[in-house]
């Protein structure tokens, strides 16, 4: 008589597609409601340029990225895609989306300014979604970044960084005069006016 163990089955692509499809037909899943245990990693990268690969070969398919950064979620550095019965760790090179243009309304201090990402997302910088900059400790090189939703960030691209600059102003911060942009009534400080070349 053949006794077989069972085996756990391993994480996939396709059964967290249709975990999801199950659970959250439409829009952004609520996954802070969902703690599932977790079930191992997933051979699942997002580069930092914003490109999804699986098992090495870029995700061509839009529909599929979206709906993979609609499970995405972050605990402590580590990366997730979570359904309701699963979570899957999964490496994220950099930030999981890219703020790929902007929209600006307003001037001064009542200046609005509104992201977009590669995967669809959208989100107005200010009390809810914060900016920050990272600059390089050895070349002084910024990367600046948004919050798009549930402590995930997007890394704003280069062209839109550069628009930003061309509509950014000084103001004082804690006695120090810094350079910067006002969004929805926050002020988020890029560089001090004295590194100002």
């Known amino acids: 008589m053949n006794s077989e ?9 396709d059964g967290i597609i249709s975990a999801v499809k199950r659970a959250a037909p439409r829009g952004i899943p609520p996954v802070e409601k969902w703690d599932p245990p977790f079930c191992g990693d997933l051979d699942m990268r997002i580069a930092r340029d914003g490109t999804w690969f699986y098992l090495g070969t870029p995700i061509g398919r839009k529909p599929l990225v979206k709906l993979f950064s609609s499970i995405l979620k972050k605990e ?4 997730f895609l979570v359904t309701p019965v699963e979570k899957v760790g999964i490496t994220v090179e950099d930030a999981p989306f890219v703020a790929v243009d902007f929209s600006v309304e307003g001037e001064g201090k009542d200046t609005t300014i509104t992201f977009s990402t590669h995967v669809g997302d959208t989100a107005t910088a200010g009390p809810d979604h914060a900016m920050r900059i990272v600059r390089d400790p050895e070349t002084g090189e910024p990367s600046p970044y948004i919050n798009i939703r549930r402590n995930l960030d997007a890394l704003i691209d280069r062209k839109s960084f550069y628009r930003l600059v061309d509509i950014g102003v000084a103001h004082q911060v804690e006695g120090e005069d810094w350079f910067g942009v006002w969004s929805e009534g926050v002020f988020f400080p890029f560089i001090p006016v004295s590194e100002l070349k």
């Open 5 to 13: 163990k069972a085996e756990t089955a391993k994480p996939s692509a």
């Open 76 to 79: 402590g550095d580590d990366y």
